[in-house]
């Protein structure tokens, strides 16, 4: 065997080991998947009751005169403006 390796050998041996710690990566990713599949799975099959369920689904109602301060504040409402000024 010789002293040293070709730059041919060295390349594959790097490459072998590249493949090995991204098959261990991939792995471990696919794991935490399947774990939090599982647990939102298991989340999505508890029961619920109808309470719950309707304060999930309820949208806050803003009131008009809130709307509209908000959007004089945001850049595109000052830009305009600016360009009617």
């Known amino acids: 065997m ?3 390796q070709t730059v041919a050998e060295k390349c594959t041996a790097m490459r072998g080991a590249a493949l090995w710690c991204f098959d261990e990566w ?3 990713h696919c794991r935490a998947h399947q774990l939090l599949g599982k ?3 298991k989340v999505r099959n508890a029961s619920i009751s109808k309470e719950a369920m309707l304060s ?4 806050s109602e803003v009131p ?3 709307v509209s301060k908000n959007s004089l504040r945001s ?3 000052a830009a305009s403006r600016a360009r009617s000024v």
């Open 39 to 41: 647990a939102s799975h």
């Open 2 to 4: 010789a002293a040293h």
């Open 26 to 28: 991939l792995r471990g």
């Open 75 to 77: 850049p595109g409402a």
């Open 64 to 66: 008009e005169a809130e």
């Open 56 to 59: 999930l689904t309820q949208v």
